[in-house]
């Protein structure tokens, strides 16, 4: 379909490169792009073919339907599904060669069925849980992961984990993590299991934990250019990748005592210049940000004022000379000399960076420019 709306996310795929590069000279690890959600909203098919010409030949997903959709454009590349692949989908995930992370016996056991019934070998990740409580073997379930190892049709190729706190100052618990971790392999070692591939980092532990980098990191959140929380990672000098703009619509002028959006909860102390724009909640701008979030335009601060709308926000451009129609407004990205960082938009509603680019909406087209 033809992009007819002004309002766009623009993915800067030459700041993709230079961030992947950024990471390669942190470890001497194969790297794992992690692209599920759309590669953090910024478009899986463009960024999987971009780390793909860099030498990325694995990628990481959370769901089955993610790892589809790639396998389908890039037949030849390795895919992992990282979260709970469904068992009863354990044919596809077969015939397709999507590697699925186990956490139960269950699964392995339908996925075992499953290879051969096909009359294949299917690659598996063995997930254990160290303290994220969410999914997983258990390191008292030592009985059935070695259950998993001896079941037909089945090649252990991996074992991972997922740390819960790499990306705070404070790293007791990832430590205890690690530990746990390297305790479970070294007990399958001496039952004669021995595993190729081991991974446990994320992108704060890629930065602040090289003990675990082993032979597989699982780059994420940096590969966008953002840091992993507000303690790690901004000193690094990533790139944020995605800018997000919308052109002025209409700019009127309102008199003081005059009110602004649904439930007026914007009354102007004195004439004020109002800049409309045709983005709202439905394309992931919160409406949380209502009286209180700022966008760019002329290389300007411009509040948001009104409750947004579902389709439609309004700015305050008292104070910013010559806005007029047709003008590009910045909410995430570079103007002239100021910036909207995505951890700021994230700071005004008490989130993280992760919400604010996965919350960006289809509706938006993705621009792909290089930079």
């Not at 790639?70 to 895919?79: N, R, S």
């Not at 070695?146 to 618990?173: C, M, W």
């Not at 009286?291 to 760019?296: F, S, T, Y």
Request: with cysteine; hydrophobic share 45%; proline share 4%.
């Amino acid at each position: 379909m033809e992009w007819m709306r002004p309002v766009w996310a623009e993915v800067n795929l030459a700041a993709l490169r230079r961030n992947y590069a950024k990471i390669k000279a942190y470890t001497t690890s194969e790297l794992m792009p992690i692209v599920k959600a759309d590669a953090y909203g910024h478009g899986v098919l463009p960024v999987v073919r971009t780390l793909k010409e860099l030498g990325a030949k694995r990628f990481g997903v959370a769901l089955l339907e993610e790892a589809l959709e790639i396998k389908q454009a890039f037949p030849e590349l390795t895919v992992m599904v990282l979260g709970m692949a469904p068992m009863e989908f354990s044919d596809v995930m077969v015939r397709e060669d999507v590697i699925p992370g186990i956490s139960l016996l269950e699964q392995a056991e339908a996925l075992a069925a499953a290879a051969k019934s096909q009359g294949r070998t299917a690659r598996v990740h063995i997930k254990v849980d160290t303290g994220m409580s969410r999914i997983g073997f258990h390191p008292t379930d030592f009985k059935r992961i070695l259950k998993v190892a001896s079941l037909p049709n089945l090649f252990v190729e991996g074992i991972y984990t997922h740390f819960a706190t790499a990306d705070q100052r404070d790293l007791t618990f990832a430590h205890e993590q690690l530990s746990q971790f390297n305790q479970v392999v070294d007990k399958l070692k001496a039952e004669g299991l021995e595993i190729p591939i081991r991974h446990t980092a994320n992108s704060a532990a890629i930065l602040q934990l090289p003990e675990a980098h082993f032979e597989l990191v699982r780059p994420g959140i940096i590969l966008y250019g953002l840091a992993p929380s507000r303690q790690v990672g901004h000193a690094v000098g990533f790139e944020q990748v995605l800018s997000w703009r919308a052109k002025v619509t209409q700019v009127k002028t309102i008199g003081a005592d005059e009110t602004v959006s649904y439930g007026r909860t914007f009354r102007a102390a004195y004439p004020t210049r109002v800049a409309t724009i045709p983005v709202g909640y439905a394309d992931g701008l919160r409406r949380a940000l209502s009286n209180r979030g700022e966008a760019l335009v002329r290389g300007g601060r411009a509040t948001l004022i009104g409750r947004i709308c579902m389709d439609q926000t309004m700015l305050d451009v008292t104070k910013i000379p010559n806005v007029s129609l047709g003008d590009t407004v910045t909410l995430l990205g570079l103007d002239g000399q100021d910036r909207i960082e995505t951890s700021e938009m994230a700071s005004w509603l008490e989130t993280i960076n992760y919400e604010i680019v996965c919350g960006i909406s289809k509706r938006v087209p993705r621009v792909f420019v290089e930079k």
